[in-house]
């Protein structure tokens, strides 16, 4: 099993600039989640999906955009970079329904811009 | 709006000296604490979930317990090994999905 795998592993992005991180699970988990992670500030929720087809924000959705049409994939879309979107990101899922499962993370994405 | 928070920032302990991590929490109703471990980078990797205050879980030098206000991770004679990342993590009450995460407690064990 990979579990979580997160593409890429790094990237520099110019301001105004577009990309996709990709984010694919191999265990059928219904719920993924994104999480922007800065120094000495935890872990801040993007967006989330419970199933395919079924998105919502979280804490710090401005400037991001997601999609899920299948349950392996949550690829999370920057359309134009600034520098304040510098951040180490992590894609998680977990089992979800009615037990409070926990969540496996991938092993991030680490995006500078400048 | 939930809200998490780790104590202290960071901890410096001597291999072998016991110690405790605070995580504080305020939800609308708990339906489950997480404590992952963090090493730098990598993904938050899971330890524990705790239910109800009360409950106790253990992994080799650590120990996790719960009230209706916090959690508590004891490490108990730790090793250098043991130096991470320590992050807690709430999910509120049925119809919530997400999970909201304190800062963290970076602990750095020396030999």
């Known amino acids: 099993n990979a579990g979580v795998t997160q593409t890429p592993k790094f990237r520099i992005l110019k301001i105004g600039q577009s990309m996709t991180l990709q984010c694919t699970q191999d265990m059928n988990h219904n719920y993924m989640y994104w999480y922007r992670q800065d120094p000495g500030m935890g872990l801040k929720l993007i967006y989330y999906?419970?199933?395919?087809?079924?998105?919502d924000k979280g804490e710090v959705p401005n400037g991001y955009n997601v999609s899920r049409s299948t349950t392996e994939d949550f690829p999370l879309r920057l359309e134009l970079a600034a520098p304040s979107q510098t951040s180490v990101y992590f894609c998680?899922?977990?089992?979800?329904?009615?037990?409070?499962?926990?969540?496996?993370f991938g092993q991030g994405t680490r995006l500078t811009v400048v | 709006e939930d809200q998490v928070t780790q104590s202290p920032e960071a901890l410096r302990l001597q291999e072998g000296e016991s110690s405790s991590l605070n995580c504080s929490y305020t939800?609308?109703?708990?339906?489950?604490l997480f404590w992952y471990r963090q090493d730098p980078g990598k993904g938050p990797e899971f330890l524990f979930t705790l239910y109800s205050a009360g409950e106790e879980k253990e992994k080799e030098r650590l120990k996790a317990t719960l009230t209706k206000k916090e959690s508590f991770l004891h490490i108990t004679a730790p090793k250098p090994e043991d130096s991470a990342t320590y992050l807690c993590?709430?999910?509120?009450?049925?119809?919530?999905?997400?999970?909201?995460f304190g800062a963290g407690t970076t602990v750095t064990v020396r030999a």
């Open positions: 939800v609308s109703g708990l339906r489950g």
């Open positions: 993590a709430v999910q509120a009450n049925f119809g919530d999905y997400k999970l909201s």
């Open positions: 999906s419970v199933g395919a087809g079924i998105t």
């Open positions: 998680a899922s977990r089992w979800g329904a009615f037990e409070s499962t926990e969540a496996f």
